[in-house]
Antibody, heavy 122, light 108 residues
């Protein structure tokens, strides 16, 4: 079955960087884009970025451009997100989610990884 | 503020029908997808491509769309449907994606 397994929780100090992973299995990795979505404690979902797992092309939310980098490793079917210059507001659960789309009119995310909690605290 | 607007909270009596709405100009062009999230869990897709359900999602969940509003209807709500529900769509002005603020559904 299709599965996305994310790396474990991280605790970082302000100003540090963190790199999270999302390992895909059960499908052809390069056939789907992968999104990253985060959720601050008690808050809603926030879209961050998407990567084309075939050619590595990326699109970032304007808010995160220059501070977030998404990459992939096709040999291990793994997508990574690196967040730099961490601040307390980056404390959140980070999810990866596989992209689906049809005819440039509809997109959906399924499945989702289990999430990785990143805590930024001095 | 998000491009997609949802009511923060909705309640429904057990076994009754409830509609959760999502408004945004991008919904005139793009279909919404809907996600259910229970405390401490990752979101789960419940409706996609206007009104399709993934396998395993009960048929009491349905979707519809009209103008700038997408709706998720739960017909005969069950206690296990109590959760946060999020709509999502592509952004109106480019390749980015947005989520509504979420609706907390309480089954009483």
């Amino acid at each position: 079955q299709v599965q996305l397994v994310q790396s474990g929780a991280e605790v970082k100090k302000p100003g540090a960087s963190v790199k999270l992973s999302c390992k895909a299995s059960g499908y052809t990795f390069t056939s789907h884009y992968m999104h990253w979505v985060r959720q601050a404690p008690g808050q809603g979902l926030e879209w961050m970025a998407v990567i084309n797992c075939n050619d590595g092309g990326t699109i970032y939310a304007q808010k995160f451009q220059g501070r977030v980098t998404v990459t992939r490793d096709t040999s291990t079917s793994t997508v990574y997100i690196e967040v730099n210059s961490l601040r307390s507001e980056d404390t959140a659960e980070y999810f990866c989610a596989r992209d689906h789309s049809r005819e440039e009119t509809t997109w959906w995310f399924d499945p989702w990884g289990q999430g990785t909690l990143v805590t930024v605290s001095s | 503020s998000s491009e997609l607007t949802q009511d923060p909270a909705v309640s429904v009596a057990l076994g009754q029908t409830v509609r959760i709405t999502c408004q945004g100009d991008n919904l005139r062009t793009f279909y919404a997808s809907w996600y259910q999230q229970k405390p401490g869990q990752a979101p789960v897709l419940v409706i996609y491509d206007k009104n399709n359900r993934p396998s395993g999602i009960p048929d009491r969940f349905s979707g519809s769309s009209s103008g700038n509003t997408a709706s998720l209807t739960v017909t005969g709500a069950q206690a296990e449907d109590e959760a946060d529900y999020y709509c999502s769509s592509r952004g109106i002005s480019g390749y980015y994606w947005v989520f509504g603020g979420g609706t907390k559904l309480t089954v009483v």
